[in-house]
């Protein structure tokens, strides 16, 4: 099949978390310049519509279960045939190295489709870029563009950003749960050391003296940010003995996150959504990792965003946070 002569509407079919759809924006730009005068449809699953709305080049967000809701193939079906008959897909990229992905490429009726692949996952794919070992160890970033390679674009430009246009809702809402907590006059240092997996949080014990720690240091409070894991390790610091931060855990949506990320003054997280928020919103952060992925997942500009690595995740401690800090 050949290429289409004009391209005016391209689907990103990309089922991706919050760190995944940032580290997506290069190929959101790269097609926006090669085809100014397209529109770009991001097409993911639920959770990640309030993510992609924050891409600046993106036009629209549609969804799709994957899953099929109750287990149902159908939805997924009836998901892709809405897209298919509201959108006139040209071209899809299809980021997802997966056979699910490159069908729901074809399912929403892209008339040309290419994408990343390894083996036996690139049957609907009219070209295709093949993963190698080398790519798994490549920044995400870099490994993600390779779904323009089989079209022949690419950028050595990595820089990121998103939207900051917030609702006024949204941003009311947070200036007021900080100013509720007489935490307004404060410098505040975010603090993300949950994530849903187990293996990258950061100790709740190590935590507490952190924040009392922070304490110490006139002018500074911290405000302890994340989902439903956040929640019991913020639970789980009162049991120990500290109480003496703002609990913003599982209390924002995806937006008003990324407008609480910009209120602070530095961030301390694990490798979970907020690291990458702050990278693209330039909010000095220190970001702990306990496996060698931070080559893969890490911030690509270490000057302003400081990692530390190490696989003996008990033996981080509160202090050598804090001097990475430098308050």
Same mark, same amino acid.
């Given at each position: *099949? ?42 993911? +699953?639920?959770?990640?519509?309030? $993510? ?25 079906? &009836? ?27 074809? %399912? ?10 390894? /083996? ?10 093949? %993963? ?16 323009? *390679? ?7 430009? #990595? ?42 949080? +950061? ?12 304490? &110490?240091?006139?002018? #500074?409070?911290?405000?302890? $940010? ?29 937006? &008003?996150?990324?407008?609480?990320? &910009? ?51 008990? /033996? ?8 990475? %800090?430098?308050?």
């Amino acid at each position: *099949m050949g290429f289409p002569k004009k391209i005016k509407k391209i689907a990103i079919v990309f089922g991706a978390k919050i760190g995944d759809v940032v580290s997506i924006q290069p190929i959101c730009r790269v097609l926006k310049q090669a085809y100014p005068d397209s529109e770009i449809v991001f097409v993911t +699953w639920p959770g990640a519509v309030r $993510i992609a709305e924050l891409l600046p080049e993106v036009d629209y967000v549609e969804t799709f279960d994957n899953k099929g809701r109750g287990k149902n193939p159908l939805i997924f079906l &009836q998901d892709a045939l809405k897209i298919r008959l509201k959108h006139k897909i040209d071209l899809a990229v299809v980021i997802n190295e997966s056979s699910t992905y490159s069908l729901t490429a074809f %399912l929403i009726g892209a008339k040309y489709r290419i994408g990343r692949h390894k /083996s036996g996952t690139d049957i609907f794919l009219h070209k295709k870029y093949s %993963l190698t070992k080398e790519d798994e160890g490549s920044h995400v970033i870099q490994n993600y563009l390779k779904a323009l *390679m089989p079209i022949g674009l690419t950028t050595n430009d #990595y820089s990121l950003s998103l939207k900051t246009d917030f609702d006024l809702k949204d941003v009311e809402y947070i200036d007021k749960l900080i100013e509720g907590s007489g935490y307004s006059g404060y410098k505040l240092i975010g603090f993300s050391p949950s994530s849903a997996l187990e293996h990258k949080d +950061w100790i709740p014990e190590e935590g507490k003296r952190f924040i009392d720690l922070i304490n &110490q240091i006139p002018g #500074y409070k911290v405000v302890l $940010i994340g989902e439903f894991i956040a929640q019991e390790y913020a639970k789980k610091l009162r049991e120990i003995g500290t109480s003496d931060f703002l609990d913003l855990a599982q209390k924002t949506t995806v937006k &008003q996150f990324a407008y609480l990320v &910009q209120k602070f003054h530095k961030l301390v997280t694990v490798d979970t959504g907020s690291a990458h928020l702050a990278y693209v919103y330039n909010i000095p952060s220190v970001v702990l990792f306990f496996n060698d992925l931070y080559k893969i997942w890490g911030p690509m500009n270490t000057n302003l965003h400081k990692v530390i690595y190490n696989p003996e995740k008990y /033996s981080v401690k509160a202090e050598e946070i804090i001097k990475e %800090l430098n308050l």
